[in-house]
């Protein structure tokens, strides 16, 4: 494995809220600046904190991306930098952290051990989606999920799936969802989906308040694909973050794609102690 801290000289910054977060993003800096690297901010948090930003920085393909916020801004981190150069690391200040490793209060300790090259780095396929109309396709890259839902109040959606061109079922209800492995303990588990374990080669489809008792969630190999038709008012929502309108398309085909984000973790992270920390399995409440 390639040792990204060797001459690493700066981290490139991004949070979808570090406008609220000044107090954060100075502190951030000085814990950075004291391991001797450089704090490069997006635009937009580089106005946020009154300074100017680097025209002459390639902001596509940063080599150290340090997302500071919740799982969502993670989430937006690795989409916009999926299929680069790019390692993405997580400093959690929201609620639940799944995905991001350390708190800034834990962020010293971190990087005194990442030089240590104590670390280590995930690779995560990103979910395609293919957005069809007419003969042009049109593809978005999903971390957690991409989900089918009605957007009407007082009604149901019916959406049909199709695997290889065969109808293989039809979902009467509030929708579905299409998750990858490591969005499983997102919407899909909320939906009454499985629990996947990252490394498992598999995505889900689970229906979202289903009209019928027969409906459950399904688990799918990775090279499959599944399109979805419906001729009712259903958006389509991209990890939350971007939504399209499904009558404007003919089709969505679903699956993983061919790009990866690579993810830097604490070589101690431990999976089935974060979902036991974070779940409270093993909990008794009296």
């Not at 393909?61 to 937006?76: K, T």
């Not at 993405?88 to 240590?116: K, M, N, P, S």
């Not at 007419?134 to 009605?150: L, P």
Request: proline fraction near 2%.
């Amino acid at each position: 494995m390639e040792k990204i801290e060797k001459n690493l000289k700066s981290v490139f910054v991004v949070s979808r809220n570090g406008a609220t977060q000044i107090d954060a993003l100075k502190r951030l800096e000085r814990i950075l600046t004291g391991f001797g690297l450089d704090a490069i901010f997006e635009p937009a948090l580089a106005a946020a904190l009154g300074r100017e930003s680097n025209s002459n920085l390639n902001y596509d393909e940063p080599r150290f991306v340090l997302s500071l916020g919740g799982d969502g801004n993670f989430i937006g981190a690795c989409r916009r930098f999926a299929g680069k150069n790019a390692y993405i690391f997580g400093v959690h200040t929201g609620h639940l952290g799944f995905l991001t490793d350390v708190t800034l209060d834990e962020l010293g300790g971190f990087l005194a051990r990442f030089f240590e090259g104590d670390y280590k780095v995930e690779s995560v396929r990103l979910l395609e989606a293919r957005f069809k109309k007419d003969s042009k396709i049109t593809f978005k890259h999903a971390f957690n999920d991409v989900v089918f839902m009605r957007k009407k109040v007082k009604s149901t959606a019916h959406i049909d799936a199709y695997f290889e061109g065969e109808h293989f079922n039809s979902y009467y209800g509030d929708g579905v969802i299409v998750s990858s492995a490591m969005g499983s303990t997102a919407y899909n588990m909320s939906a009454g989906g499985a629990i996947i374990h990252p490394s498992a080669d598999v995505f889900a489809l689970t229906p979202v308040c289903s009209h019928s008792l027969t409906q459950r969630p399904l688990v799918l190999p990775s090279d499959f694909r599944v399109e979805f038709r419906s001729n009712d008012d259903v958006a389509v929502l991209i990890d939350g973050q971007d939504t399209f309108d499904m009558r404007n398309f003919d089709g969505v085909e679903v699956g993983y794609g061919a790009e990866c984000v690579n993810i830097i973790h604490r070589a101690d992270r431990d999976y089935f102690g974060i979902l036991k920390e974070k779940l409270r399995w093993g909990h008794y409440d009296k």
